[in-house]
């Protein structure tokens, strides 16, 4: 079962009592659905015009789903209803930014990445690096660049 979450914006030309009958075919897919909710922002001024609209109504409806069919028809007639001016269908349950770090699997082949690159090449220390490079300058005569003199103190790390 995956968890959803659908951010729709509806047009801010409707009237405010017209606004739930335009999108009432929509939330009738959703709604049946387990750990349904609506959260309502209500009128809000856009950080730039859409569809020519400078105002929208905003809504966003998280949900559990097992059937990816529901998803899908309700995108095909959010593209048809002329009020919805944008959709954003976002699934909760992939491995993005936080949860990636949290599943094992994942963390497990970064290590592993990490571990093959630091063999290969050997282990990086930027903060020593980084030293050599400003003495280097420190101490220049200023006869050198300092792109050579960065490139001489990198390479001298590198041995």
Sequence with gaps: MAKYEIDLLV???LEEDKVPGAIKDLESLISGQKDYK???????Q??????KDDHAYYFIYTFDC???KVIAEFLRVANINPYVIR???INLEKDYGYKATVNQKKSAKSAAQAERYAKKYGEYD????????????????GKQTAV????????EDDE
């Design 46 to 51: 856009l950080a730039y015009k859409i569809k």
């Design 148 to 155: 050579k003199k960065v490139k001489k103190a990198v390479s």
């Design 11 to 13: 047009s801010g030309s």
């Design 87 to 89: 959709k954003l269908i």
């Design 66 to 68: 097992t059937d990816a």
């Design 126 to 141: 930027a903060k020593k690096t980084t030293e050599k490079v400003l003495s280097s300058l420190a101490n220049s005569d």
């Design 38 to 44: 609506v959260d309502q922002w209500g009128k809000k």
